[in-house]
C-alpha cells in the first residue's frame, strides 16, 4: 500500500517561507512522478509544481521564481521550497505520486494547510 504524508504547513506572515515534505512509502520512490498541488476555499485544485522520475521539474507561472520542488531518494521524500509566500498562496497543499508504470495510477496525500497572513 503506497502512502504519501505531508508535513511542514503552518501559518506564516506575507514574505515568510515554508517547506513541505512529503514521504513516500509502500513502494519504490523512483517510480513515481511527483507532484505538489494545491486547493484553495472555493476553487478547484491546481497544480503547482512537478518532478518528474527523469530529473525535469516545473512550477506553474503564479508560483515561479518563488517555489522549488525537488526529490531526494534517499529519504523517498519530495520537497516544496516556498519563499516570497503572498496571502493568494494561502490553500491546502497536496503531494501526488503518479506511477511510471501504469500512468493512471496515482495517490494522494491528506494535505497540509498554509496560511499566509499578517
Known amino acids: 500500500q503506497v502512502q504519501l504524508v505531508e508535513s511542514g504547513g503552518g501559518l506564516v506572515q506575507p514574505g515568510g517561507s515554508l517547506r513541505l515534505s512529503c514521504v513516500v512509502s509502500?513502494?519504490?520512490?523512483?517510480?513515481?512522478?511527483m507532484a505538489w498541488y494545491r486547493q484553495a476555499p472555493g476553487n478547484e485544485r491546481e497544480l503547482v509544481a512537478s518532478a518528474r522520475v527523469g530529473g525535469a521539474t516545473d512550477e506553474s507561472d503564479s508560483v515561479k521564481g518563488r517555489f522549488a520542488i525537488f526529490r531526494d531518494h534517499a529519504k523517498s521524500t519530495v520537497y516544496l521550497e516556498m519563499n516570497n509566500l503572498k496571502p493568494e498562496d494561502t490553500a491546502v497543499y497536496f503531494c501526488?505520486?503518479?506511477?511510471?508504470?501504469?500512468?493512471?495510477?496515482?495517490?494522494w496525500g491528506q494535505g497540509t494547510q498554509v496560511t499566509v497572513s499578517s
Open positions: 509502500g513502494s519504490i520512490f523512483s517510480l513515481y512522478h
Open positions: 501526488n505520486a503518479q506511477s511510471v508504470i501504469t500512468p493512471s495510477t496515482t495517490y
